[in-house]
C-alpha cells in the first residue's frame, strides 16, 4: 500500500472517531453532565454550578419546574406560544431561546423516595415556587451530593 492511501484511510479513521465524540457529547443529558461533574469535583461541601456551562446549544432562558405545574404557567412563565409536553407528577427544565424550546429535561421520581437528581426552583425549602425562571448569566446554583445506602443524590438549589 502506498503512502497515500495509508494517509487517506488514517484520514478517513481520524473523521470518523471526531464524529464519533462529537454525536457521543450531544446526547450527553444535562443531568448526567452535572453529576459526572459533581462526582469529580465534590470535596463534601456545596459546589458551584453554573448551568451554561453544562450546555452546548444557545440559550437565553431557563425554567426550572416543579410538580405540580400547568402547562399555562410554563406558557406564561417563559413567554411561549404553547407547551404541549407531559407534566404528569413531573419536574425538570425547559431552555429556551427567542421563545423557542430549544431543549428540555425531565428528572423522573416516584414520590416516595429522595429523586437521584433534582434541581430545585427555591433556594430554601421554606420559599417553595413551583417554578422559576432563570436567565443565561444568572443560572447559578449550589450543588449537593449526598452518599446514602450506596446511592449517591445530587441536589442543586439556585444561589440567589
Given at each position: 500500500?502506498?503512502?497515500?492511501k495509508?494517509?487517506?484511510?488514517?484520514g478517513?479513521?481520524?473523521?470518523?472517531v471526531?464524529?464519533?465524540?462529537?454525536?457521543?457529547?450531544?446526547?450527553?443529558?444535562?443531568?448526567?453532565?452535572?453529576t459526572?461533574?459533581?462526582?469529580?469535583?465534590?470535596?463534601?461541601?456545596?459546589?458551584?454550578?453554573?448551568?451554561?456551562?453544562?450546555?452546548?446549544?444557545?440559550?437565553?432562558?431557563?425554567?426550572?419546574?416543579?410538580?405540580?405545574?400547568?402547562?399555562?404557567?410554563?406558557?406564561?412563565?417563559?413567554?411561549?406560544?404553547?407547551?404541549?409536553?407531559?407534566?404528569d407528577?413531573?419536574?425538570?427544565?425547559i431552555?429556551?431561546?427567542?421563545?423557542?424550546?430549544?431543549?428540555?429535561?425531565?428528572?423522573?421520581?416516584?414520590?416516595?423516595?429522595?429523586?437521584r437528581?433534582?434541581?430545585?426552583?427555591?433556594?430554601?425549602?421554606?420559599?417553595?415556587?413551583?417554578?422559576?425562571?432563570?436567565?443565561?448569566?444568572?443560572?447559578?446554583?449550589e450543588?449537593?451530593?449526598?452518599d446514602?445506602?450506596?446511592?449517591a443524590?445530587?441536589?442543586?438549589?439556585?444561589?440567589h
Amino acid at each position: 500500500m502506498n503512502m497515500n492511501k495509508k494517509m487517506v484511510i488514517v484520514g478517513i479513521i481520524f473523521i470518523v472517531v471526531l464524529a464519533c465524540i462529537i454525536i457521543s457529547k450531544r446526547k450527553e443529558s444535562l443531568s448526567f453532565k452535572i453529576t459526572r461533574y459533581m462526582n469529580n469535583n465534590y470535596t463534601g461541601n456545596k459546589i458551584e454550578i453554573e448551568l451554561k456551562e453544562f450546555t452546548n446549544f444557545e440559550w437565553d432562558k431557563v425554567l426550572i419546574y416543579e410538580y405540580p405545574t400547568s402547562a399555562q404557567e410554563i406558557v406564561e412563565a417563559l413567554g411561549i406560544d404553547k407547551y404541549e409536553g407531559n407534566l404528569d407528577l413531573m419536574s425538570g427544565v425547559i431552555f429556551v431561546k427567542e421563545d423557542k424550546i430549544v431543549y428540555e429535561e425531565i428528572f423522573k421520581q416516584d414520590y416516595v423516595s429522595t429523586p437521584r437528581f433534582y434541581i430545585y426552583a427555591s433556594k430554601k425549602t421554606s420559599l417553595y415556587e413551583n417554578n422559576r425562571v432563570f436567565t443565561y448569566e444568572n443560572s447559578q446554583f449550589e450543588g449537593l451530593k449526598k452518599d446514602d445506602t450506596g446511592y449517591a443524590y445530587y441536589h442543586l438549589r439556585p444561589s440567589h
